[in-house]
């Protein structure tokens, strides 16, 4: 991980139908292992405890998400990923488990505005009603994988690898363009 990092589109924004930011730096852990392998030491090093299926968890400005039954995402810092990693590394010692810390390979943006399932829906086959706020969708926003996190019904994140943060980010703008309004969900 560089010293001199930045986020992969520094100051990206646009405003249409939803707001749409570049959320600049996150922390990214991923855990892969038995929930019960991870769970004490996740615990013991973050304070967080296991989510349920498609959930996320948050405590101190961390957050956790399942991604698959045996693989959770840990949010947390930029600057406390790495340290963070360390400890989860010793604390999961001997175990059939691991944790990489991609934090700068990843690129998150943020959407907000109550069209922000209409704008998703454009991209992402995903029936967005169904979505509650502490989900995480895994899916396509067009041509690549991404991940959806609801903070709310009006709010959500969407990551990628930070190689297709300009694809996204330009779909995103596109889909949010103020003609191009489906009003699926409004």
Do not use: N
């Given at each position: 991980?560089?010293?001199?990092?930045?986020?992969?589109?520094?100051?990206?924004?646009?405003?249409?139908?939803?707001?749409?930011?570049?959320?600049?730096?996150?922390?990214?852990?991923?855990?892969?292992?038995?929930?019960?392998?991870?769970?004490?030491?996740?615990a013991?090093?973050?304070?967080?405890?296991?989510?349920?299926?498609?959930r996320?968890?948050?405590?101190?400005?961390?957050?956790?998400a399942?991604?698959?039954?045996?693989?959770f995402?840990?949010?947390?810092p930029?600057?406390?990923?790495?340290?963070?990693?360390?400890a989860?590394?010793?604390?999961?010692?001997?175990?059939?488990?691991?944790?990489?810390?991609?934090?700068?390979?990843?690129?998150?943006?943020?959407?907000?505005?109550?069209?922000?399932?209409d704008?998703?829906?454009?991209l992402?086959?995903?029936?967005?009603?169904?979505?509650?706020?502490?989900?995480?969708?895994?899916?396509?926003?067009?041509?690549?994988?991404a991940?959806?996190?609801?903070?709310?019904?009006?709010?959500?994140?969407?990551?990628c690898?930070?190689?297709?943060?300009?694809?996204?980010f330009?779909?995103?703008?596109?889909?949010?363009?103020?003609?191009?309004?489906?009003?699926?969900?409004?």
């Open positions: 991980m560089s010293e001199t990092m930045t986020s992969a589109l520094p100051g990206a924004a646009f405003d249409g139908l939803v707001s749409i930011r570049e959320a600049g730096l996150c922390g990214m852990i991923p855990l892969r292992g038995a929930p019960d392998t991870l769970a004490g030491p996740l013991e090093v973050t304070g967080l405890v296991m989510p349920e299926t498609r996320v968890v948050t405590r101190e400005g961390r957050t956790l399942w991604m698959s039954p045996d693989e995402l840990l949010m947390l930029h600057a406390e990923a790495r340290a963070t990693t360390a989860l590394s010793d604390a999961l010692a001997g175990r059939f488990a691991t944790v990489a810390d991609v934090s700068d390979a990843r690129a998150v943006f943020r959407l907000e505005g109550a069209k922000t399932p704008v998703l829906a454009k992402c086959p995903v029936d967005f009603a169904t979505l509650a706020p502490g989900e995480i969708r895994r899916t396509r926003a067009g041509q690549i994988a991940a959806i996190l609801v903070e709310r019904t009006d709010a959500m994140q969407v990551i690898f930070r190689s297709v943060a300009r694809y996204l330009d779909a995103l703008s596109i889909a949010a363009s103020p003609d191009a309004d489906p009003a699926l969900y409004g």
